[in-house]
Every structure is written in C-alpha cells, then in structure tokens.
C-alpha cells in the first residue's frame, strides 16, 4: 500500500517519460482537487437555494454527477502514479530479493492489460453517447463518458510508465509481460474448454482471485474478472461493461462521499476528533487497553458525523494510528481494532449504506436511522471486551494519556459533540439531503477550526481537498468496478440460480437468516455493499417478510454481515482502505483481524436472534 517510487528522484536525472507521468499526475491532484471544491460548493448552494430561497436548482444532480466522475478517473490516474491503488501484498517479491523472476512481477502487467482491454469499450461507450442530451442542462452525455475515456487512457499511460521505471531489467520484464499473458490465455482457453459455466469458472473462480492474490491493484483485478468474462466469453458490446462501471461512480447519492472525507479530515485538522478523542481518553484511557476502547467509541461517535466508512476511518486513524504505535500496541491488532470498529459501526445513521437500502426496498430511512443506533452500540461492547482481555494488564504509557480530568475534556469536546447532532437533524428534519448534509458539517467544522479549537488553516484544507479526490478516486473506482462485475454475475445467471437455491433451502426464518448472513458475508467482500443492496435487496426482502422476519431487523443484520464482509481479508475492500488511511501493511492483520471478525459473526447471530436490538428504538 505504500508507494515505491524513489521520492528524492530528481527531474533532471529522471527520464522524460518519467518526468511526463509527474506532470499528469500533479495535474490531476490540482484538477480532482478543485472540481472537489467545486462540488462542495456548489451542494452548499443548493442546500441554501432549496431550503431558504425556496428555488432550488433543477440542474444541480446532472452536473454534481458529472464532476464526481471527473473527480474520480483524475484521482485514479494520481493513485497509479503514487502506487496507492487498493492491492493484497501478502506474497509481493520482497525488499533484496535478487531472483530472477517473482510471480508478482506479473501484476503490474495484468493490471495494464485490463486498461488495454477496456480503451476500446470506453471509445465506443463515449462515441454511443454523443447524440444524447441531458434533459436538465442540454449538455451532450457524452460529458459524462468521456472522463472514463480519458481515465482509462492515463491510467494505462502511468501503468506504463510505472512498469518502465521499475528497477528490474528487460529480460525480466519480458518474462513478467508473457507470464500475465499466459495467465489470460489460459483462463480463456479454460472458459472455452469446461462446458456448462466453464467461462464463469475462469473469469470469477480464477483469473479474479489469482489476481488479488499476486498482487493486481483490486479495481484492476475487478475489472479484468468482469471485463475478461464479457470480452473474451461472450458476445455483449464492451461497452455495456463501461456503462455499467459509469453508473456504478456516478449516482448523485456517492457524491456525499468525497464530501463526507473531507469532514472527516477536517474533524482531525480542525481540532474537532482531537477533542472528542481527548474526552474519551480522559474517559477509558487509564482502563486496560483504553486506546483500543477510545477507538471503538471514537468510531461509534465519528460515525455520526461521516456516513462514509472511509470518511470515519480518516477522522479516528490519523488521530489514534500514531499514538498506539507510539504506546507499541501491535501493528496487526491497531489494523484489526480498525476494521471491526469500522464493520461494527456500519448501521449508525447517516450510514449510505442504510439510505440506499431505504431506497432500494422502499423502508423508511427514518425508521433505519432510529435502528441503527442500538445495534451498533451492542457490538461496540463485544469488541470492547475483546481488547480488554487481549490487551496486557498496564500496557506502556497508558497511565498518563488522559491529559485533562473528565470535566474539562466533556466542555471542551461539547462543541465537537453537537456535530453529529447536526447532521442527523439536518437529513431527518429535511433542511439538506444526505448527499448534502456534509456541507454543513464542513461549514460547521470549519467555525469550530477557526474560532474554537484555533487550528484550521485554509492551506491545509487545499491539501484536505488533494487527498480527498485521491482518496475519491482510490475508493470510488472500486466501487464502479464492483457494479460492473455484478452486473455481469446477474447477466450470467448465476446470481438467479444462487437465489433460487436461496429461496428452496430448509429451515424456515433460522435458516433463512442464517443463510442471509453467509451469503451477505460473502457477497460483501466481493462486491460492497451497494451493489449487493442492488442485486440481492429487491429479491431478498420479500422473502424475510413472507417467513415472519421484521424488515428492519432483516436489514440490521444485513448491514451488519456486509460489513463483517467489507472489512474481511483478503477481498474485503474496506479493509484495504483501512490499510491505506491508517498507513497499515495489510499483512500485519490478516490473522488477528478475524478474532474480531469471529466476535461480530456471534454478534451478528445474537441480533438475528432477538429482534429487540434491531426494534427498540422505532417509535
């Protein structure tokens, strides 16, 4: 996860080719950067326009969707150059390995060959486009698609790049070039060869996991499975696959996500996470393992500001990250606190996940909102028991943490401590929609940077806005790829076949919820969260109703199993921007992570079991 480019590299022994891939990649930062600020204001805007002025702007979802495609395909080309695109690194050559030949040098070449494969796509779905017309801003659509056009194309020119300025000689270059090629031909002439779903087998059962497992940055590896499946296996447009990836980044609802990562950077920057840190530590700190316990609770808290799982782990790691490390709390149990705290807290409003899935299957968002506290709350204190007892009696250092007695720590964080109180009144009173609410809290984030903590400045917020489109970028791109590989799973067939099997399987409600929780699991580290709310919510719903089980309760423990998923090596995505946030080596986890991970599974059982955790808190 962490860059491997020579920084102190100088542009005049680099090569112009090198020296061209710096200048794109600067660009880009600056470009995402202020298309960010842009968005910012311009959801600002209409929160002030809708709600005070009473005329709101009819034009503002089309060009908001549109500048958070631009924000993502210019983040991704910034990743690529920075080498901080999502990947597994558990069997990477290691640093003074001198063979020959390592089967992760083909990564770099696979990646590469998935945005080779995807150019052509891209044209034809951008060249489709240009006689549409958006209907509120009379701008042609291929506005929208000529970013992921354009993307495509840097990207492969900083993958290039990239490969041409890695140390290792032609020769080896070669072999890493032919072995990847190998890997591809292969799967087809499998995909050709096995009768029945042999393309599925080669595409989704093994092109896509060998290449996480070596080492292909994820986006890539999803693109490559569902790319490869169309492309190479069936007789689909390759562009459909680019529509779909589109549409997986562009929902005006995702927009709140690179909004959401700047309030959560702007907590840490501001002063506000300090303060509400400070009081938890002042509150657990002189416990055993209170670090630990601070981020849980910091987690439970922060969640109420954010709505974006990469957005809260922006506020508590960098905060939290350096201090445990200092205290010389294990690198693998920082990284596993992390992500079960992250999954644990999956259900706290405003969650996307809980808006979307209120939308998708048509419950009250409101009524999600109210559920989600308890539940969250319940695991929060499993996992708080778990690193009490894993934590060593006086861990070093821990007695002094709490630097200021309870009372002090409480009137200081008061301020930070209304935030969340803000933005929940905000969605649920109607002032500003979810994609907007995170303005005001950077709005509101802000005054408290300024005139309270004293330590916001408007340089720093620039750099905030930098590494959010990064960020944006690293994360969104997955998100669009996952989209593009569900559909392709629907396509197939398989994913109806799975839920038929779903729906036959015996065990009345038990078995059914059961089953829900394996399946969500799984299907939540594959894909994320909001594609499965879209493939599996419409079909799933209607069967919990028809064996008794309470929706809200159904879509609890749902959430939660996603979660459990999306935070869960060696696919699970969160996990990896876990990693990339809180600058963790996603090798440091991948065994103490699934302690936790085993704690939230109980949990998650104990939730489908009682119904009062999910329906104690609706009116």
Same mark, same amino acid.
């Given at each position: ?182 890997? =591809? /031909? *292969?799967? +087809?002439?499998? &995909?050709?060869?096995?009768? #029945? ?8 059962? %093994? $092109? ?22 169309? =492309? /190479? *296996?069936? +007789?689909?447009? &390759?562009?459909?696959?680019? #529509? ?8 005006? %609802? $995702? ?29 657990? &700190?002189?416990?055993?393992? #209170? ?9 439970? $808290? ?29 690198? &693998? ?287």
């Amino acid at each position: 996860m962490h860059s491997t480019r020579d920084e102190n590299l100088s542009l005049e022994k680099a090569s112009p080719y090198a020296m061209l891939s710096d200048y794109v990649s600067q660009g880009a930062k600056h470009f995402g950067a202020c298309l960010t600020i842009v968005a910012m204001l311009m959801l600002l805007w209409g929160v002030i326009a809708r709600y005070f002025l009473n005329a709101p702007l009819v034009w503002s979802d089309s060009f908001a969707s549109l500048l958070l495609l631009w924000i993502v395909m210019a983040g991704s080309v910034t990743a690529i150059h920075e080498n901080s695109h999502m990947k597994l690194s558990l069997i990477s050559r290691k640093p003074g390995t001198n063979s020959f030949f390592h089967i992760s040098d083909a990564a770099p070449f696979l990646g590469l060959y998935a945005l080779l494969m995807l150019i052509k796509p891209s044209y034809e779905h951008m060249h489709e486009s240009l006689d549409m017309l958006d209907p509120t801003t009379g701008m042609s659509a291929s506005w929208r698609v000529a970013p992921i056009l354009i993307g495509i194309v840097l990207m492969a020119f900083m993958a290039i790049s990239r490969i041409l300025e890695e140390p290792r000689n032609w020769s080896q270059k070669a072999v890493a070039a032919l072995v990847a090629l190998g890997i =591809l /031909l *292969g799967c +087809y002439l499998i &995909g050709e060869a096995v009768p #029945g779903n042999g393309r599925l087998i080669a595409y989704f059962l %093994i $092109l896509l996991p060998v290449s996480v497992i070596i080492g292909v940055e994820l986006v890539f590896a999803f693109l490559l499975g569902a790319g490869g499946y169309v =492309l /190479l *296996g069936t +007789y689909i447009p &390759g562009s459909v696959i680019m #529509g779909q990836f589109e549409g997986g980044i562009s929902h005006i %609802i $995702l927009l709140s996500v690179p909004m959401f990562l700047i309030l959560g950077y702007l907590a840490e920057t501001t002063g506000v996470a300090r303060a509400l840190i400070n009081f938890l530590l002042a509150l657990v &700190g002189r416990m055993r393992g #209170g670090l630990s316990i601070a981020m849980l609770g910091g987690m439970y $808290l922060v969640s109420g500001i954010s709505g974006a799982k990469a957005a809260d782990i922006a506020a508590i790691a960098p905060v939290l990250v350096p201090e445990m490390k200092r205290q010389e709390v294990p690198e &693998g149990e920082i990284l596993s606190v992390l992500a079960s705290s992250a999954a644990m807290s999956e259900t706290i409003p405003p969650s996307l996940v809980l808006i979307i899935l209120g939308a998708t299957v048509g419950l009250s968002i409101g009524d999600l909102f109210a559920a989600g506290l308890l539940p969250a709350l319940f695991l929060a204190i499993l996992l708080g028991v778990v690193v009490y007892f894993r934590s060593p009696p006086q861990a070093a250092g821990e007695q002094g943490l709490a630097r200021d007695p309870l009372w002090k720590a409480f009137i200081i964080a008061v301020p930070a401590l209304s935030l969340p109180v803000i933005i929940r009144t905000a969605v649920i009173e109607g002032v500003a929609t979810a994609t907007e609410v995170a303005t005001i809290g950077i709005v509101y984030a802000v005054i408290l940077g300024m005139f309270v903590y004293r330590s916001f400045s408007w340089s720093s917020f620039y750099r905030v806005c930098q590494t959010t489109a990064v960020l944006t970028g690293i994360i969104m791109s997955i998100f669009g790829a996952a989209k593009a590989m569900a559909w392709t799973l629907t396509q197939s067939g398989l994913a109806h076949d799975a839920m038929d099997q779903v729906g036959a399987m015996p065990g009345g409600a038990a078995g059914f919820m059961l089953l829900s929780i394996i399946v969500f699991f799984i299907l939540g580290s594959v894909l994320e969260g909001i594609p499965v709310i879209a493939l599996l919510g419409p079909f799933m719903f209607p069967l919990a109703g028809a064996l008794g089980i309470h929706e809200i309760q159904y879509a609890m423990v749902i959430i939660v199993a996603m979660g459990m998923g999306l935070f869960a090596p060696p696919f699970g995505i969160g996990y990896y921007t876990a990693c990339a946030i809180g600058n963790l080596s996603p090798d440091s986890g991948l065994k103490t992570v699934w302690i936790y991970i085993a704690v939230l599974f109980v949990g998650t059982i104990i939730l489908a079991t009682v119904p009062w955790f999910s329906l104690a808190m609706l009116g």
